[in-house]
């Protein structure tokens, strides 16, 4: 099961836990798991069916690229955080 | 030369880390070279804008009819004229842009939400005749309460700049409406409890002033809404793909009606990735009958106007343990995102203790709207008010518990395998080699570099001290597309799109030489424009020489098996039992070079072409660790840099000169960001100082020669090991300086810029 | 408005145009006479992006009404390199890496002949002290600095023409 951190903001959905196994071949799958556990959780990290666009997935130390689609594996490690692309502060634009 | 190259191992190229001249130099020297506002076209109008005086105001009414009289003035426009995009978020390629943000902020629509805010734009005949009819132009404002500090702003009571904006907090948002746009946290182990546990715990709270990029070329655009709904814009941008969907999207018009090419390019640091002109200068020209219009903005307005980075206020605490391992470490950071949301504070957050293994964490961020400009991209987004904080509480916390600063920084070093303060692991990173780098430079054990205000030495107003810090940046990969194909005598034509902003024609073109195996002048790299190239990101997040040069690597090696191929077929063998070095392709005792083969291309299959596009995430953060004497003049309140070193880890260095640069340039604007730029607004919001005069970035004299140390720790995700690095030696200079500051004086500066004023104050002079 | 004809020498070549007596030099030269390798960086004199020689002095162009002119040889960015090739300057800046971007490069090698034809072997004090009056936001100077100073080498063993 691949190793989920999760974000501080949404710690309280987690009753404060912090790090959760989950299982999933997917990032999407890997949230829909946590909304099974935790219902809400979803709303707050995706914007209809797509990754909220001033969240980036980084798994390993690694940012992905493919966003939900993205495979994950057992020994993954996986986080969520705010978007920076280097440089680029029209990263941190925020849809209202 | 200032430099020295530091190689953990050193493979054998050829042409990477040479010194080439730039294949744009002679246009560049002899004042050839085509930027931005040097485009001309037949029947070329001139078009000006009309800005608000008021920083926060209800726009009544606007009268344009006296300035569309006016005999030579062929179109006035106001927010009036363009749709008004929904809030929508344009995935822009590295990554997400309000276009709803971006349009109001290129043109008013109800209210003008900052000091020198487009209100409406004039076309005529001459630029002067149309700065004459913004003169004729009635607007009639309420004026509304201004709101200009970080910290009044976000305050339940304070003036609203949007009624509708919420506090985002990880995808929940406030009930009620506020100024702070967003709130990020990030938080690992149990802070409180360390901080109990800890020997030595420091805490301060640092201010930062607003500030800008700098660049000298101001912004500039050139337009022609043609009669069949093509548009063509010139324009000096560091983003051409990603400025063509802005436009597009804030004209409501398919993006494949426009063509981008980018100008030359003076200067962006980040202020040129998106769009203020272009889509005035668009609806200009085809009011005017599809005639082209032609924007440039003086330096007041570029001041005034476009993407400054935030001013910000910054609270950390950090704690150590005897044996001095840092147990704790807590930051509070709210930065000015200007008038629309987007300042870089989660930027800032990463940055801001990324150098240091530590257990226990808490960064807390809020990006808040203020009454100034929307803040724009600036050279490592946030990074350098972060480092100046957390750079000064490390020197402090090394002074108490009297350990050296960078025997300190390395014994916290962050490593392959170390956490991010915001969880993520690191891979392969080069902090440590940065910091024995700097400490086995001879800057750092040599004596305090000589008095430049005093000689002769006997001054005891004049302190000398020395201060030490280090700065991290994230890179990027982003996307690139790029050609190449092989003419005739054995030459590459490289078409690339990533605009050239320092170099990178010469660091792209020796990647595509090296893969190859042809010399650097055998490759003559073009950037086009938008309809002759695929997509690529910016340039921006130090990410040009790693991604577009991944592309040249891999475009060398695909041009390299058609050659392969082709010998193949002369030869009659196999391709892969072709052998090719250096140029030379090889087999059964045949010999034939490059040249001889691309001679005989058409007789072996016709043209040789390749395309790529790629994208890498294995980009590596880079770190860099800075020295710095200075003076402090204590009766004036002077600061002057006497002797400045900086260390890095580079990768790579393709073109060491320009990475050498790279490090010269971030240093000497981290020093103006560190000693005097800052924006200095009155009460009611109004800029004082949009001149080159008032707003002082450093010249050659403010500045001795900048040495430089390229410590290369080859980036395993690319073939030739590099990593970015533009913006991480922006990071470490307010920090440094600060630091040298104190041990010079003993005073511990907290408000950037460090001025004359400042000093004296904190010394209590004044 | 009335307009003035204006002749002048520039770049050697006698040139006659027309402007309004309230035109600057600047915009004389790049919108009048196509010379777009002089740039503007802040209209007000506070940059150097701008610099010629007038007779033989180092000026803002900017700050120079066209009509004032008249009569005076002015040299730009253009007229720096000779028949046969580039000045010493600009091959020093070439080789240096002394630019980045390249919009202040114009002003600084006009500057920098300026120096060189004043003061053909300044130490780096004097070079920056000269140089003071151009921004550059690229380089942090350090290698523009040794570039004009490698360039009054070569002159001194070669004096360019
Ligand atoms: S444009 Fe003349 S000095 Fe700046
Ligand atoms: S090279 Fe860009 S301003 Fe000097």
């Known amino acids: ?96 | 030369m200032s430099g020295e190259n530091q190689s953990v191992e050193q493979p054998t190229y050829r042409v990477v880390g040479t010194r080439p001249i730039r294949p744009d130099g002679v246009d560049k020297v002899t004042g050839r070279a085509i930027f931005g506002a040097d485009v001309r076209l037949s029947g070329m109008l001139y078009g000006r804008v009309l800005r608000s005086p008021h920083a926060h105001a209800r726009i009544k009414s606007i009268d344009t009819s006296a300035a569309e009289a006016l005999p030579g003035v062929k179109a006035v426009i106001t927010g009036r004229d363009f749709p008004d995009p929904q809030n929508k978020v344009a995935a822009s390629g590295e990554g997400t842009v309000n276009l709803r943000s971006l349009a109001h902020n290129c043109i008013a629509r109800d209210k003008v939400l900052y000091f020198g805010h487009a209100v409406a734009a004039v076309a005529a005949t001459t630029p002067n005749l149309a700065e004459e009819a913004l003169k004729l132009i009635r607007v009639e404002y309420e004026p509304l309460p201004v709101v200009l500090d970080v910290l009044e702003a976000m305050r339940p009571d304070a003036p609203l700049l949007h009624e509708d904006l919420r506090t985002n907090e990880m995808g929940q948002r406030s009930e009620r409406p506020s100024n702070v746009a967003n709130h990020t946290r990030h938080e690992r182990g149990d802070v409180e409890k360390a901080f109990a546990e800890a020997a030595v715990v420091v805490e301060r709270e640092f201010r930062t002033s607003m500030v800008h990029q700098g660049y000298i070329e101001p912004q500039n655009g050139t337009v022609l809404w043609n009669a069949d709904g093509q548009i063509s814009v010139w324009c000096s941008t560091q983003a051409p793909f990603d400025e063509r969907s802005q436009i597009a999207e804030i004209l409501d018009v398919p993006v494949s009606k426009i063509k981008l090419t980018p100008a030359e390019i003076g200067g962006g640091f980040g202020g040129k990735l998106s769009v203020y002109l272009e889509p005035l200068a668009a609806m200009l020209s085809k009011k005017a009958g599809h005639k082209p219009v032609q924007m440039v903005m003086n330096r007041a307005e570029v001041l005034a106007a476009t993407g400054p980075t935030s001013g910000s206020c910054i609270r950390v605490k950090m704690g150590a343990d005897r044996n001095g391992c840092i147990v704790a470490a807590q930051a509070w950071m709210a930065y000015e995102a200007g008038a629309f949301p987007g300042s870089p504070v989660d930027a800032g957050a990463g940055v801001i203790f990324a150098p240091y293994r530590i257990p226990n964490v808490r960064i807390d961020a809020y990006d808040v709207v203020v009454n100034k400009p929307r803040a724009g991209a600036y050279r490592a987004p946030g990074g350098t008010n972060a480092a100046f904080a957390s750079e000064s509480v490390i020197d402090e916390l090394a002074e108490q518990l009297g350990i050296d600063p960078l025997e300190f920084r390395i014994l916290n070093g962050a490593k392959e395998g170390d956490r991010r303060a915001d969880g993520p692991v690191y891979r392969r990173i080069g902090f440590i080699e940065a910091a024995q780098a700097a400490q086995a430079h001879p800057h750092y054990s040599a004596p305090l570099a000589p008095s430049r205000l005093d000689p002769t030495g006997k001054n005891p107003a004049i302190k000398r001290g020395r201060g030490v810090a280090a700065g991290f940046w994230f890179n990027w990969g982003g996307k690139s597309s790029a050609w190449a194909s092989l003419n005739p005598d054995g030459t590459v034509s490289l078409i690339e799109g990533s605009p050239d902003i320092g170099g990178s024609r010469a660091s792209i073109a020796m990647q595509l030489a090296e893969s190859l195996g042809v010399r650097f002048e055998d490759v003559k790299p073009a950037v086009v424009d938008t309809d002759s190239v695929g997509y690529n990101d910016a340039t921006g997040g130090s990410r040009v020489t790693f991604g577009t040069g991944w592309v040249a690597y891999r475009l060398g090696q695909k041009l390299k098996q058609q050659l392969k191929e082709r010998a193949a077929l002369l030869w009659d063998v196999s391709p892969e039992q072709v052998q090719v070095e250096a140029g030379m392709f090889s087999c059964n005792g045949h010999r034939i070079t490059i040249q001889e083969l691309a001679a005989k291309m058409h007789e072996t299959g016709g043209p040789i072409v390749a395309g790529d596009t790629f994208e890498s995430e294995e980009y590596g953060p880079g770190f860099g660790v800075h020295i710095v004497d200075l003076e402090v003049d204590t009766e004036t309140g002077k600061v002057q840099i006497l002797r400045y070193t900086a260390a890095q880890d580079v990768g790579r260095a393709i073109h060491p000169s320009y990475v050498e640069g790279q490090l010269q340039g971030g240093v000497a604007q981290g020093i103006g960001w560190a000693l005097n730029e800052e924006y200095v607004y009155d009460a009611d919001g109004h800029l004082l100082n949009a001149s080159f005069l008032d707003y002082r970035i450093p010249t050659a004299l403010d500045l001795p020669m900048i040495d430089t140390v390229l410590v290369e720790v080859p980036n395993p995700g690319h073939p030739y090991g590099v990593r970015g690095v533009g913006e991480t030696p922006i990071v470490p200079p307010a920090g440094a300086v600060a630091n040298a500051i104190y041990h010079a004086t003993g005073v511990r500066m907290t408000t950037l810029p460090m001025s004359p004023a400042r000093i004296l104050e904190a010394l209590g002079k004044v | 408005m009335s307009k003035t004809l204006v002749q002048a020498r520039i770049n050697g070549e006698e040139v006659a145009f027309v402007c309004e007596p309230n035109q600057t030099l600047l915009e004389v030269l790049r919108n009048t006479l196509g010379l777009t390798g002089t740039k503007e960086g802040c209209s007000n004199g506070n940059c150097g992006a701008c610099n010629v020689i007038l007779d033989g002095v180092l000026v803002n162009s900017c700050l120079v009404l066209a009509v004032e002119v008249a009569g005076k040889s002015v040299t730009t960015v253009e007229g720096i390199a000779g028949p046969n090739g580039l000045h010493p300057i600009q091959q020093k800046f070439l080789e240096h890496a002394a630019l980045q971007c390249g919009i202040c490069t114009p002003g600084f090698i006009v500057a920098a002949k300026a120096l060189l034809d004043h003061n053909p072997h300044p130490t780096e004090e004097e070079a920056r002290r000269w140089l003071a009056g151009n921004l550059c936001r690229c380089t942090g100077y350090d290698k523009i600095v040794r570039a004009v100073l490698a360039a009054a080498e070569v002159l001194q063993a070669a004096p360019a023409t």
């Open chain 1, 1 to 96: 099961m691949a190793r989920v951190w999760i974000p501080a903001l949404l710690r309280g959905m987690t009753g404060g836990q912090s790090e959760i196994e989950v299982a999933g071949q997917t990032v999407g799958e890997l949230i829909d798991q946590l909304e099974v556990r935790y219902p809400g959780i979803r709303e707050r990290l995706m914007d209809g069916d797509r990754l909220r666009p001033n969240i980036a997935v980084i798994i390993d130390g690694v940012r992905s690229r493919q966003g939900l689609r993205q495979p994950v594996n057992d020994t993954n490690e996986v986080h969520f955080v705010p978007a920076i692309s280097g440089g680029c502060s029209e990263a941190h634009e925020r849809s209202r």
